[in-house]
Structures are given as C-alpha cells and as structure tokens.
C-alpha cells in the first residue's frame, strides 16, 4: 500500500471517528452510515485523481464535484437531471432544506428527529470536514494542519450537546488524530529517512540515526501538535458560551419518543415585528369572525418571551404535548372571575408563514388540520416537522376573562416557583430602571394598582412618544436607554414595563401576536403587517396572566384597568368565506426581517418562525445564492486555471526588455528558448532534455512542420543558447521576443485549429506548475530536516561517549 492511499485511509477514519461526536445530537445514528459511504465516494475520488497524477487544484476540485453530486443524489434526486447532475431546481430544493434544517435546529431540543434538512446540515458538514481533512493530510501532506477541521467538528458537536459528546468520543476523535499523524510521520520518514538518518555504514547512518533519536524527531514533532490540539479541544468547548434554546441549547433532557415528547424553543422575532410596522403597505396577513361582542379587545397571541437573560428577552424551552381536545383551565384563573367562552374562525393568508398558530388568549379548544403541538405553559401551538401557518383555517374556542378591579387588588401571593422565575432579573439591569418603578408606584397598596400606575406612566403621565423608526434593542442597555429618551415602538414599552413590574415583585412576561385589526364592511376582521404588536402580561393569583397596554395610540387598554368595566355579550359564530383572505404576492426574507447588525446566532435565525409575520416569499437565502454562485464561478474557472498560468509564465519570460549584464542577456535567451520548448509542448512536442539546443531545435522543426521564418527563428535562438551554455566569452548573444512570436505563429498555423485551441485552452507545459511547486516542498522539507537535525548537534556523540566510558 501506497504512502498517499495509506493516508487517505487514515484520513477518512479520523473524519468519521471525530463524526461520531454528532451522534448524540439525532435520535437515530443510521445518518452516520450514509455520511461514511459518501465520504468514501469523495475520499475515492481523491485517491484516483492522485494516482493519475493530476494537479492538485484538479483533485480537489474533482471531489467538491463528487460531493455535490453525491448530495444531490441523498436529498434532491427528484430535482436533478438524471437524479444526479444538479440544477438551478436542485440549487432551490438544497436551500430549502438548509432552511429548514435552520428552523429544526432551533425548534427541537437534543436528540433532534432526524428531518431532511439536520439530515443534509449534519452529512454535508462531515463531508465538507472531510474534504479539508483530505486536503491537507494527503493532498498537501500536511497532516497536523488536518487537526484544525477535526477540532472544529468535535468542538462544534461537544458544544452543541452541553457535554453530552462525552469521553469516548473525545478519545476515539483524538485516536483518530494521532492514527493520521502516525501515518504522515511514517510516510515522511519512508521518504526522507536518508535525510535524517544520513547515508548507512556512516556515522550518522541509520544505526547512529537510531541512537540519537533523529529520526524519531518529525514523529516525536507530530505527538507534541496532537497534544496541543487535544488539550485545545478540551478547552475550547468549555470556554464556548452556553447555547441555549432548542437544538442549539438542550440538555438532553427532552426526548421525543412516542407523540408526547420534545421540546421547543423560538428566536428572537422582535427585530422582524419592526420590519413589519415600518412596511409603507399594511398587507392582510389573516382575516377572522368571532362572535365576540367586542373585537376590539381581541387580541392574537403567537408566543410569550418569558426569559430575561439581560441581553434579551427570549422564549424559553418547552416541554410538547400532543394538542387536547380541550385545553387545560388557565393557570392561577379562580372560580369566582367571570368567565365568556368565544369561537373565532380564523384564515391565515397564503403570504403568512409562521410555525407558531396565533390564537386569542386563552384558548381552551382549537380544531386545525396539520401537524401541530402544544406548549402548556404558555399556552401556544407549534408546528412540527415544517407545518406552517401558510393558507390554515381553523376555529378556536377561547375564554373572554373578565376581572374587576377589586378582584386584581385581592390577588394574593403567586406560587413560589412561579414567582421564583418569573421575577428574575439580571444582574446587568441599571439601577435607574428599580428607582424609577419605585418612583412611578410610591404609594400604590396593591400589586395591581402599581402595575396600572406603570401603565398609565407609559401612556400618558411620563412623556413618552411612538416611533417606530427608534433603533430596535432587547437588553438592559435598550431598556436605560428609552427610560432616558422616552421614545420607541411597542417592544421598548413592553420590556420596559415588564423590566420593572419584576423589580417590584410581580410577575412578568412580554407577549407577541397581533393587536384586533380592523373591522372590515362584511363583519369580518382584517389583520394586516401593521397590526404587529408586543404587550406586557402580568400574573396575579386568582386570575392567571393579565394583558396590560402601556403603548400610547396602540392597541386598547383592558378594561379592567379603566373605571368602567363593559361587559360582552357574544353571539353565533360566523365562518370565514373562502375568499377572506387576500394573499399578498410575496413574503420577505430572512434577511429583510434581520438587519445586518443584529444578523446572529440567537438574535434573528435563518427563518422568522417565530417571528409576528413575514410577507414574502423568503425563496432562496441571499447568503445560499451567493455561495452557489461563488461556487459556480469556480468550478467553472478551474478548467481555465492551466491557461492562466500559462498566460503569465509567458509573459513573464517575454517581459524583459534587454541585460544590462552578461547575465541578464544570459537569462533572458534562457527564458526565450524555454517559452519556445514550452509552446511546442503544448502543441504535442514533448520536450527532450537528452538533445543538445542545436538537435532539439531540429526536432521541434521537423515535427512542428515549420518552414521559412518560423524555422529560422527556432534555429537562432537555438543558436543563442548554445553560445551562452558553451562559449567561454558570449558576447554579441542575440534574440529578440519577435523570434518567440514567430516561432510561436508557425506552430499554431501548422497545428490546425483544434490544436491550437487546445494548445491554449489546456496547455501540456502547464504541468510544470505542478513539478515546480513539488521542487519547492521538498526544499521546505530540506531545510526542515536541517533545522531538525541542528537542534540537537551533538546529542548523538554525548551519548556514544558516556557508553564507551
């Protein structure tokens, strides 16, 4: 077995072994099967470029199109020409499932089901690593620089599982690592062991060699880089930041088995709920009919961000159930709180395409077709496995909760646990924010006469204005900064209220959805971009979670918190027409929701699923078309590669325009005769080192077919050459870069125009690119050697003389 083939073995064994990290992160492990086959597609077709000698950007290229191809073939058959040779259908069909393969990433918690798209995500991953791995240890022979793709995988993989990657496959990655290494240092010193160890039967000879431990010195260099880099990869994971949220943060515990487990978290949607207020046309998203008897006070919750970590306000992760017929009563709600029971029938417009339903709060019962799954603990519907909002109808029962005042002020102490977490602060939120809560309430009996004391503050008492063009923020930084200017949009009044309702004790979240909309002339209610809201929702025992309004000129304030209470009377439902809903022609993509500056991981996702709304189409990432096209760029610029060196070999060897010297005059008939070799190479004369200038002129004439200007050209440069390699004094040498050209026509007119399209297209000389760029490796591996052996100058002769002492 070859040194390279032995290499390329280790190679694909040190990529699956660290692989094998990942296995924790899916539920099923039969994903590693299908990466190891593709990878040995790709590594195969890397050793049999090798074997046939090809130049290195040609090897690689040829497995980054073997891998396409193989991809292709697992995920996009049905898109692609003949189910392998890709097209702009299966460009789409990959971005989609990178997309939500994105999405499932932050929907599900460790394990994560296997979906198509964390399928591609995790076996394109190992085989791009496989690549690089490939790459550097057996094309470029550069095996400890491997290290750092492997390290990457298993850091990635560790991380991910919050160390549920273990010892084991940080020992067999690490085995891994070193079985690669041991393989390059066995290839090196097979082809450089008379460097190190000097010629036998000599005193530095091999047997010397052995006794001072030079030869061990590329494999004892290769053990120290493997320490280093698993001591890196012990550390790296450890100083990763903790992920959290669905598949990026589980710990495990959540498990899908059956139907009922699983667990769910969302990214942050505040930045699109931004995008949606400032479009210049309010799109219908949804319309609905409810016999509620005041639909001005119905609101569309999505979801609750219920975890202030001081840097935002974010969802946290849920376990799923499988959705009740009837919905469990509301937590903290009391027997003694009136109680109107509501059907809505609701449209969602083609245009609307989120994963979580949004439903008046509470629901206590919804009929909707589809895969979805229920979060009890706030209350909301979440797609699985890629169902979406997009053209669902359904009808929802729901409880129109009526408090009094004196009911909210009796409220009593919240359960311990409850208010245990949902009273936590950061410890990076600003004094000013307590202060000015204690100051806004001074006086206030009552839980919620200070909460109706925040809202009134918000609304009308504190000076604060709409705008929504105010930079968007989520952390304490955000909230100090809008108690200071007093302007913002509904996210700052929101966290802002929510901020200090926890610095004094109550219970606080932040809800998403919709405010009412507007009541259109057939009875039904249209929902539209604009309509895009965020409020406070406050706990008080007795009757559960309690929506405040602290946005001045959105939305309504509760009843409960004016003088007046009205009441509702409901009446029948009506159904939605089929025609309700006027689909919007396109829905924005992830990067129109997502500015630049808040474009990160756990800020804005690759989907806006949980996000208020979206109102295009997203189609393909503008990142995937990009990379699709940078990739098609170079694919399809490698065939040209040959011809471009070639370009510039000639130009340099033309460019010098005389020798102010002996020597110059001397390297430039050199570089003249050499383009001229080189140019009949191309046109299929192989260059014959053996001949004299004089023969080998000759013969590229005679089989060049070249008459009249052109042989005489070849024969006077020849003739110049001879002059500056044997003539004692060659002075008077003359050529010009007129002969090359001429030479250069005579060849391309006799050739015929296929080969001289060839000739400049795929030039033959071109390979000696390659022998150069070996020439000079070896030099490295030289001087390398050298600078091994001077290290230790007298390590070998010490140890001799205290043994014959």
Same mark, same amino acid.
């Given at each position: 077995?070859?040194?390279?083939?032995?290499?390329?073995?280790?190679? /694909?064994?040190?990529?699956?072994?660290?692989?094998?990290?990942?296995?924790?992160?899916?539920?099923?492990?039969?994903?590693?099967?299908?990466?190891?086959?593709?990878?040995?597609?790709?590594?195969?077709?890397?050793?049999?470029?090798?074997?046939?000698?090809?130049?290195?950007?040609?090897?690689?290229?040829?497995?980054?199109?073997?891998?396409?191809?193989?991809? *292709?073939?697992?995920?996009?058959?049905?898109?692609?020409?003949?189910?392998?040779?890709?097209? =702009?259908? *299966?460009?789409?069909?990959?971005?989609?499932?990178?997309?939500?393969?994105?999405?499932?990433?932050?929907?599900?918690?460790?394990?994560?089901?296997?979906?198509?798209?964390?399928?591609?995500?995790?076996?394109?991953?190992?085989?791009?690593?496989?690549?690089?791995?490939?790459?550097?240890?057996?094309?470029?022979?550069?095996?400890?620089?491997?290290?750092? %793709?492997?390290?990457?995988?298993?850091?990635?993989?560790?991380?991910?599982?919050?160390?549920?990657?273990?010892?084991?496959?940080?020992?067999?990655?690490?085995?891994?690592?070193?079985?690669?290494?041991?393989?390059?240092?066995?290839?090196?010193?097979?082809?450089?062991?008379?460097? /190190?160890?000097?010629?036998?039967?000599?005193?530095?000879?091999?047997?010397?060699?052995?006794?001072?431990?030079?030869?061990?010195?590329?494999?004892?260099?290769?053990?120290?880089?493997?320490?280093?880099?698993?001591?890196?990869?012990?550390?790296?994971?450890?100083?990763?930041?903790?992920?959290?949220?669905?598949?990026?943060?589980?710990?495990?515990?959540?498990?899908?088995?059956?139907?009922?487990?699983?667990?769910?978290?969302?990214?942050?949607?505040?930045?699109?709920?931004? @995008?949606?207020?400032?479009?210049?046309?309010?799109?219908?998203?949804?319309?609905?009919?409810?016999?509620?008897?005041?639909?001005?006070?119905?609101?569309?919750?999505?979801?609750?961000?219920?975890?202030?970590?001081?840097?935002?306000?974010?969802?946290?992760?849920?376990?799923?159930?499988?959705?009740?017929?009837?919905?469990?009563?509301?937590?903290?709600?009391?027997?003694?709180?009136?109680?109107?029971?509501?059907?809505?029938?609701?449209?969602?417009?083609?245009?609307?395409?989120?994963?979580?339903?949004?439903?008046?709060?509470?629901?206590?019962?919804?009929?909707?077709?589809?895969?979805?799954?229920?979060?009890?603990?706030?209350?909301?519907?979440?797609?699985?496995?890629?169902? *979406?909002?997009?053209?669902?109808?359904?009808?929802?029962?729901?409880?129109?909760?009526?408090?009094?005042?004196?009911?909210?002020?009796? $409220?009593?102490? %919240?359960?311990?646990?409850?208010?245990?977490?949902?009273?936590?602060?950061?410890?990076?939120?600003?004094?000013?924010?307590?202060?000015?809560?204690?100051?806004?309430?001074?006086?206030?009996?009552?839980?919620?006469?200070?909460?109706?004391?925040?809202?009134?503050?918000?609304? $009308?008492?504190?000076? /604060? #204005?709409?705008?929504?063009?105010?930079?968007?923020?989520?952390?304490?930084?955000?909230?100090?900064?809008?108690?200071?200017?007093?302007?913002?949009?509904?996210?700052? /009044?929101?966290?802002?209220?929510?901020?200090?309702?926890?610095?004094?004790?109550?219970?606080?979240?932040?809800?998403?959805?919709?405010?009412?909309?507007?009541?259109?002339?057939?009875?039904?209610?249209?929902?539209?971009?604009?309509?895009?809201?965020?409020?406070?929702?406050?706990?008080?025992?007795?009757?559960?979670?309690?929506?405040?309004?602290?946005? =001045?000129?959105?939305?309504?304030? %509760?009843?409960?918190?004016?003088?007046?209470?009205?009441?509702?009377?409901?009446?029948?439902?009506?159904?939605?027409?089929?025609?309700?809903?006027?689909?919007?022609?396109?829905?924005?993509?992830?990067?129109?929701?997502?500015?630049?500056?808040?474009?990160?991981?756990?800020?804005?996702?690759?989907?806006?699923?949980?996000?208020?709304?979206?109102?295009?189409?997203?189609?393909?990432?503008?990142? *995937?078309?990009?990379?699709?096209?940078?990739?098609?760029?170079?694919?399809?610029?490698?065939?040209?590669?040959?011809?471009?060196?070639?370009?510039?070999?000639?130009? #340099?060897?033309?460019?010098?325009?005389?020798?102010?010297?002996?020597?110059?005059?001397?390297?430039?008939?050199?570089?003249?005769? #050499?383009?001229?070799?080189?140019?009949?190479?191309?046109?299929?004369?192989?260059?014959?080192?053996?001949?004299?200038?004089?023969?080998?002129?000759?013969?590229?004439?005679?089989?060049?077919?070249?008459?009249?200007?052109?042989?005489?050209?070849?024969?006077?440069?020849?003739?110049?050459?001879?002059?500056?390699?044997?003539?004692?004094?060659?002075?008077?040498?003359?050529?010009?870069?007129?002969?090359?050209?001429?030479?250069?026509?005579?060849?391309?007119?006799?050739?015929?125009?296929? @080969?001289?399209?060839?000739?400049?297209?795929?030039?033959?000389?071109?390979?000696?690119?390659?022998?150069?760029?070996?020439? #000079?490796?070896?030099?490295?591996?030289?001087?390398?050697?050298?600078?091994?052996?001077?290290?230790?100058?007298?390590?070998?002769?010490?140890?001799?003389?205290?043994?014959?002492?």
């Amino acid at each position: 077995m070859s040194g390279r083939t032995r290499l390329a073995l280790c190679a /694909f064994a040190a990529t699956m072994m660290t692989a094998g990290a990942m296995l924790p992160l899916v539920e099923t492990s039969a994903w590693l099967l299908q990466a190891a086959l593709l990878l040995a597609v790709q590594s195969g077709v890397g050793a049999l470029a090798r074997r046939m000698r090809l130049a290195r950007i040609l090897t690689v290229s040829l497995q980054a199109l073997a891998t396409l191809l193989t991809l *292709t073939a697992a995920f996009a058959r049905e898109h692609a020409l003949f189910g392998v040779l890709p097209g =702009p259908r *299966t460009v789409q069909r990959l971005a989609e499932l990178l997309t939500t393969g994105a999405d499932d990433v932050g929907r599900y918690a460790i394990p994560a089901p296997a979906t198509d798209g964390i399928l591609l995500m995790l076996i394109g991953g190992v085989l791009l690593i496989g690549l690089a791995v490939d790459v550097l240890a057996v094309t470029c022979r550069a095996a400890a620089a491997a290290g750092l %793709p492997l390290l990457a995988l298993y850091s990635v993989a560790a991380g991910l599982s919050d160390g549920g990657a273990g010892w084991l496959w940080f020992l067999l990655a690490a085995c891994g690592y070193l079985l690669l290494l041991l393989a390059e240092g066995r290839d090196r010193l097979s082809r450089w062991g008379r460097v /190190f160890g000097g010629v036998p039967g000599t005193p530095g000879g091999p047997a010397a060699g052995r006794g001072t431990g030079r030869a061990l010195a590329p494999v004892r260099t290769g053990r120290r880089i493997g320490v280093v880099a698993m001591g890196i990869a012990l550390a790296v994971p450890a100083a990763l930041p903790a992920l959290d949220g669905g598949l990026l943060g589980g710990t495990g515990g959540g498990s899908r088995g059956g139907s009922g487990g699983g667990t769910i978290s969302a990214v942050n949607p505040l930045v699109s709920l931004q @995008n949606n207020l400032n479009q210049p046309e309010n799109r219908e998203v949804m319309t609905y009919r409810t016999n509620s008897g005041n639909p001005g006070d119905l609101y569309l919750r999505i979801l609750a961000l219920d975890e202030f970590s001081g840097g935002e306000w974010r969802p946290s992760t849920r376990r799923l159930r499988d959705v009740p017929d009837r919905l469990p009563q509301p937590s903290g709600l009391g027997q003694d709180v009136a109680v109107t029971e509501i059907r809505t029938n609701i449209s969602a417009s083609p245009s609307y395409r989120q994963t979580y339903l949004p439903l008046p709060y509470p629901a206590s019962e919804v009929d909707v077709r589809g895969r979805w799954r229920y979060e009890p603990e706030g209350r909301t519907l979440v797609g699985d496995d890629g169902q *979406t909002t997009r053209g669902a109808r359904y009808e929802v029962s729901s409880l129109v909760v009526e408090p009094t005042a004196a009911q909210l002020a009796r $409220s009593t102490a %919240p359960p311990a646990d409850l208010a245990r977490e949902y009273t936590r602060i950061p410890p990076s939120l600003p004094e000013v924010v307590e202060k000015t809560a204690a100051r806004v309430t001074e006086g206030a009996t009552d839980d919620y006469e200070r909460a109706v004391r925040l809202q009134d503050w918000f609304t $009308s008492e504190g000076g /604060f #204005r709409y705008d929504t063009t105010v930079t968007s923020g989520t952390g304490t930084a955000a909230i100090e900064r809008f108690l200071k200017e007093k302007e913002g949009f509904c996210v700052h /009044f929101s966290f802002a209220m929510a901020a200090m309702a926890r610095t004094l004790g109550i219970p606080a979240r932040v809800a998403v959805g919709f405010t009412p909309g507007t009541v259109q002339a057939d009875g039904s209610v249209s929902v539209g971009l604009q309509d895009a809201h965020a409020w406070p929702e406050l706990y008080f025992e007795g009757v559960g979670w309690t929506r405040f309004e602290p946005t =001045p000129s959105r939305g309504s304030a %509760p009843a409960y918190t004016l003088p007046d209470v009205p009441s509702q009377d409901p009446s029948d439902p009506a159904q939605p027409t089929d025609g309700a809903s006027v689909a919007p022609t396109a829905e924005p993509s992830a990067s129109e929701s997502c500015p630049a500056r808040t474009r990160q991981p756990g800020e804005c996702g690759a989907s806006a699923a949980a996000g208020v709304v979206d109102s295009a189409d997203p189609g393909t990432p503008a990142g *995937t078309v990009v990379l699709w096209v940078l990739g098609s760029l170079v694919v399809l610029t490698l065939p040209l590669v040959p011809m471009l060196w070639r370009m510039r070999a000639r130009a #340099r060897r033309l460019s010098s325009s005389g020798g102010r010297t002996a020597a110059d005059t001397a390297a430039r008939v050199m570089a003249a005769w #050499r383009e001229i070799t080189d140019t009949a190479w191309d046109h299929g004369i192989p260059p014959d080192d053996s001949q004299t200038p004089r023969k080998a002129a000759a013969r590229v004439v005679r089989l060049g077919g070249l008459e009249g200007p052109a042989s005489a050209a070849v024969h006077r440069v020849a003739g110049a050459v001879e002059r500056v390699l044997y003539a004692p004094e060659p002075g008077g040498v003359m050529t010009s870069v007129e002969d090359v050209r001429e030479a250069r026509a005579g060849l391309r007119a006799s050739g015929g125009r296929w @080969n001289s399209l060839r000739a400049t297209l795929a030039p033959r000389s071109a390979v000696r690119v390659v022998r150069a760029g070996s020439e #000079r490796l070896s030099e490295l591996g030289l001087r390398w050697s050298g600078v091994v052996g001077r290290l230790r100058p007298a390590a070998g002769p010490r140890r001799t003389s205290r043994q014959r002492g």
